[in-house]
């Protein structure tokens, strides 16, 4: 098993960086208590789990000083343990309490936040001395999450691509990325014969792959979202949705929602289509 335990001082990310690995697929605990940790490594080697993070701070209390144990036995009996502490400047914590307005875990009433923060840095002393720093004074989340993968040695999971078709009379979608409007393209909804058709039957993908039109379309939406897709893939986003709407939702968007789909797919390793007026 490798076993991931992030620690570091309240405000600093933990929360950030146990999200980049359970999107990298570690089994994820939040906050255990110490005197647990080696039941449930032990249950969770059982249970056939290889990849594990935990996160652990100063809310254990006095029950640290028996970490550093725990993890020095774990490693004697097999488990790769990887330790990453998260620090950063105190100005920088205090501006992030301040700006979500949370308590600091020590804050107890008697202590100010500077003086809570001192106070942390004394108890996970050390812990601190036994693992591996970074600093996110100055990190985006993206970043961090990157840096957290680079050091668990996980490759990527990669982004999700996915193409949407919508009726714009149903409103646009909240999960959207990008929209592209198609209402201006040539309608088959118009013609009785294609109307009780949708984008993806043969008589309106003939239809719009005739039309120069739709085509011209099709490809500034292909070439607009090939050129764009590296930069969010390195903001290390899990997924990307790009919306085409139409008036109803069936004809228009759905082929050129398809058809996108069909390009990426021999591009990109990740690719979904969904048609939301036709589920309805």
């Known amino acids: 098993m490798q076993l991931v335990l992030i620690t570091g001082l309240s405000g600093s990310g933990k929360s950030v960086a146990l999200n ?4 990298a697929g570690y089994y994820c605990v939040d906050n255990l208590p110490v005197k647990l940790l080696p039941e449930l490594v032990a249950f969770l080697a059982h249970a056939g789990y290889s990849r594990v993070a ?25 488990t790769d343990v990887k330790i990453l502490f998260l620090d950063a400047k105190n100005d920088t914590l205090i501006q992030r309490f301040s700006e979500t307005r949370r308590r600091h875990p ?4 008697r202590r100010t936040l500077p003086e809570s923060i001192a106070r942390e840095r004394e108890l996970l002393e050390d812990i601190a001395a036994l693992s591996h720093h970074i600093d996110t004074s100055d990190l985006s989340p993206h970043v961090l999450r990157a840096w957290v993968r680079e050091f668990v040695q996980v490759p990527t999971a990669g982004l999700t691509l996915l193409f949407q078709s919508f009726a714009y ?6 999960d959207t990325d990008m929209v592209f409007d198609v209402r201006c393209l040539p309608n088959p909804h118009y013609d009785p014969k294609l109307r009780p058709y949708t984008g993806r039957d043969a008589p309106v993908v003939a239809f719009c792959e005739s039309d120069p039109a739709v085509q011209k379309m099709l490809e500034d939406i292909r070439r607009f979202v090939a050129d764009w897709l590296p930069c969010f893939d390195r903001d290390s986003r899990s997924y990307l949705t790009v919306a085409i709407g139409c008036t109803g939702g069936r004809h228009r968007s759905v082929y050129l929602a398809e058809s996108l789909a069909a390009f990426f797919r021999a591009h990109h390793a990740r690719v979904l289509v969904r048609h939301r007026e036709l589920s309805i």
């Open 54 to 78: 935990l996160s652990m701070d100063v809310r254990s209390g006095e029950a640290l000083d028996a970490l550093p144990q725990h993890l020095a036995s774990l490693r004697g009996a097999g």
């Open 169 to 174: 009379k149903h409103a646009i979608p909240l």
């Open 20 to 23: 980049a690995l359970e999107d």
């Open 106 to 109: 020590l804050g107890d009433g």
